[in-house]
């Protein structure tokens, strides 16, 4: 039987990115059996027609445009736009990765051997710098998740019949993604972590900078506690909320501790942490912080 799969992927005024993402897919080896096709959320006014010539003999796709900005509409948007009996897989990426050449060999040997429902990927960075090293998601091959992200993930189309979207309040905020799958976990997805297939982030250079760095790291405390009360209810949500106050308050302990041997990392990992929990008792206070405009 012929397994068809829907890449989805939602983009905003990056078309150099988006340009080599697609080149990114063209390169997937493609099992014997197998149909892709890639669906493209546009959120911007832009003109994408030269991107559609580019690859109108490489791969099937479809543009879909979102007036209305924010990650929540764009992704919505490519959600209310499929047919959900077309496709056996739903891969959902960010418009900033090049995917490796054996991520879909990876993924669908994974659903034969493991059976999940979704399955979750890492996310490299291009550059081998502090900032993105400390920020990569390590989970060990093989094991359930709760969440996986936008940036690198699979699911059987099954999931999707939900009608669980992505929350318009995340909009300029982020997050929108954890939140999402988070709620599928909750009704009783089997979710996984596939370390063998990987994307590659494409070179950004404001991600070098410390001072972003340490935003990023607010905004992941402060966005915790919307996507936690939203997922769980008030009050498992706040119960989560506290033990993870607990835990990243270890975290600053240890890691303030390893300053002690004044290295540029130890500073960084503590920094990390310090601006987690200043974020998440700025959220828990009724404030918020967006990283978006």
């Known amino acids: 039987m012929v397994k068809k799969i829907c890449i989805l992927v939602a983009t905003r005024k990056r078309k150099s990115s988006l ?12 099992p ?4 892709i096709q890639t669906v493209i959320s ?12 580019l690859y109108n003999k490489k791969l099937r ?20 736009s499929i047919k ?28 034969k051997k493991s059976k999940p429902d979704i399955i979750g990927g890492p996310q490299f960075p291009k550059l081998n710098s502090l900032t993105s090293k400390l920020l990569v998601r390590k989970e060990k091959h093989g094991s359930n998740v709760r969440w996986v992200s936008t940036n690198n993930c699979i699911v059987k189309s099954k999931v999707l019949e939900t009608k669980i979207n992505f929350d318009k309040k995340m909009n300029y905020i982020g997050g929108e993604d954890q939140l999402f799958f988070l709620q599928l976990n909750k009704i009783g997805f089997k979710m996984m972590w596939n370390s ?83 974020g998440l008792i700025f959220g828990l206070l009724g404030f918020q912080y967006y990283e978006y405009s």
């Open 196 to 278: 063998k297939a990987i994307v590659i982030e494409e070179n950004n250079n404001k991600r070098e900078n410390f001072f972003w760095f340490l935003k990023r790291n607010f905004r992941y405390g402060a966005s915790s506690n919307i996507i936690y009360k939203k997922a769980y209810g008030l009050i498992i949500g706040l119960s989560f909320l506290v033990a993870k106050l607990i835990l990243d308050s270890i975290m600053l302990i240890f890691s303030f501790l390893g300053l002690i041997t004044f290295t540029r990392k130890s500073f960084y990992k503590f920094s990390m942490y310090f601006c987690r929990i200043l």
């Open 61 to 80: 796709i479809r543009f879909v445009t979102e007036r209305k900005k924010g990650i929540s509409n764009a992704r919505n948007k490519y959600l209310n």
């Open 84 to 111: 959900i009996k077309s496709f056996d897989y739903f891969a959902f990426f960010d418009d900033d990765v090049q995917i490796d050449n054996r991520w879909l060999i990876e993924m669908l040997r994974f659903f």
């Open 32 to 35: 014997n059996n197998t149909n």
């Open 19 to 30: 340009i080599k993402f697609l080149n990114s897919v063209v390169n997937l080896q493609i």
């Open 42 to 53: 546009i959120n911007d006014n832009q003109n994408y027609s030269e991107i559609k010539k």
